[in-house]
């Protein structure tokens, strides 16, 4: 009696809790705004091209999206530097509220 209680209490509330996968739309919106954010301040940079000759292409990945939040590493080897960004999504928009960046490690 008291495990047929425990499951129905159980089940009503995963029936009643509302899942929400984050969608493909959601995962690109998220890479659009790092990549806008990273190309445009790579833009001005005067960091040395650790390139030279290659076209500028950040590696985007994203880390993890919890409902409306997510963590994003972008890694710009052209110019030696590496930003993660955090975003969440106001209004129906990813937008990044922080940046941490630095320098990648130097090639031995």
Partial sequence: MKTTMILTVISLFLFNV?????????????????????????????????????????????CDITGDYALV???????????YCQLAKFNGEWQIINVLWGPLPQKK
């Fill in 18 to 62: 509302k899942i929400s996968a984050q969608t493909q739309e959601d995962s690109l919106a998220i890479a659009a705004a790092c990549r806008n954010y990273v190309e445009g301040w790579a833009g001005g940079v005067k960091a040395p091209d650790q390139e030279p000759g290659k076209p500028y292409t950040p590696d985007i990945r994203i």
């Fill in 73 to 83: 590493k972008a890694v710009s080897a052209k110019y030696g530097f590496f930003d």
